[in-house]
């Protein structure tokens, strides 16, 4: 059947699920993606937004990377707007004093003799893994107790991402894990198992699913994932193809903005692993290239997967206690999992 072609123009869209005063979950704790990698050479400053706010991201000269607050001490000008990186220092563009990796003032502006009362520059904890920058989103007296693994083989090519900008939270984002009943009807996929109950290990939940795919001209294929998230703000997926020696590596990291606003990226790699053997060496070169170009084509059906998510999470209200029903999956189990990541109290 040839599908009709819906013009939206003039047309009245559903209202967002929240007007972001009355969600139902507040900003959760944990590690969240700003930016990659790649985005943040040397000399580089950017601003990114996080839960109602700003952060600045920057790199030094020699590649240490830092995440700050946004506002200088000394009289509060944006670091974000005409600040440059000078050496190991930012340098805010309002008097020029210069603030060091920990935040301490290296240098006074121009016509300044001695140092401003109360001008520490805030520090925010930051990581930089599987190719991209994460911070620390808390209690400003809260630390981190715990990190992201690198969790990528140095073999893989480079990670691509994609990403988008949905009225919904990373507590739902990651629900659509563990929500298998939907798989089979939004996705269409004939069938889908938990392999095993879902294993909770602190601040990680990894769950091991049974997929099959119908792809045409081929048919029907089975998948093995391995889904393992850490916090609320990333996901890591490996999907194993052992026959052929292929792993494709899928990074989902969701990202609060404002309330029920979230920036979600979605990252694929993959991994062509070259067979022992004589050949070993000479093969290296063309199956990396290999794994580049298949690269390309794993990321646009990857993110075209998740984007039959998209229009139910931009949309959808959060219902606690959740109405489970035969065939749903643990919903009730993660989300028991997933309140230790609002330290200021039960969210719902």
Not at 70 to 89: D, I, T
Not at 241 to 254: W, Y
């Amino acid at each position: 059947m040839q599908k009709r072609h819906v013009d939206l123009v003039g047309q009245e869209l559903p209202r967002p699920a929240y007007s972001g005063i009355d969600a139902p979950l507040p900003y959760p704790t944990g590690w969240f993606m700003l930016a990659t990698s790649k985005e943040i050479p040397p000399g580089t400053v950017a601003t990114r937004h996080l839960m109602g706010g700003d952060v600045v991201v920057y790199r030094t000269s020699s590649g240490r990377l830092r995440v700050v607050r946004p506002n200088c001490p000394h009289l509060g000008a944006h670091l974000g707007c005409g600040s440059w990186v000078e050496g190991e220092n930012i340098v805010c563009p309002f008097h020029q004093f210069a603030f060091d990796p920990d935040g301490q003032v290296a240098q006074v502006g121009p016509g300044y003799s001695g140092q401003p009362v109360q001008s520490t520059l805030g520090v925010v904890p930051s990581q930089e893994v599987n190719g991209a920058v994460f911070a620390w989103s808390g209690p400003r007296t809260d630390q981190p107790h715990w990190r992201i693994p690198q969790m990528l083989d140095p073999r893989s090519s480079p990670m691509r991402f994609r990403s988008v900008a949905l009225d919904t939270h990373p507590q739902e984002v990651f629900e659509n894990i563990v929500d298998v009943g939907h798989l089979f009807a939004l996705h269409k996929l004939p069938h889908a198992e938990l392999l095993r109950p879902p294993v909770a290990d602190e601040h990680s939940y990894t769950i091991d699913l049974r997929l099959s795919r119908r792809i045409p001209a081929i048919g029907t294929i089975g998948q093995n994932m391995k889904l393992t998230m850490f916090g609320l703000g990333f996901l890591h997926v490996e999907l194993r193809a052992p026959k052929v020696g292929m792993t494709l590596t899928s990074l989902v990291a969701p990202r609060p903005v404002a309330p029920w606003r979230t920036y979600v990226q979605i990252g694929t790699s993959v991994l062509l692993a070259p067979p022992d053997g004589p050949l070993h060496h000479t093969l290296k070169p063309a199956l990396a290239a290999a794994a580049r170009a298949v690269t390309h084509v794993g990321e646009r059906a990857v993110f075209a997967a998740f984007a039959a998510d998209f229009p139910v999470w931009h949309r959808k209200r959060y219902l606690s206690p959740p109405r489970i029903a035969k065939g749903d999956g643990p919903i009730g189990a993660y989300r028991q999992w997933a309140h230790q990541f609002y330290p200021q109290g039960d969210p719902a």
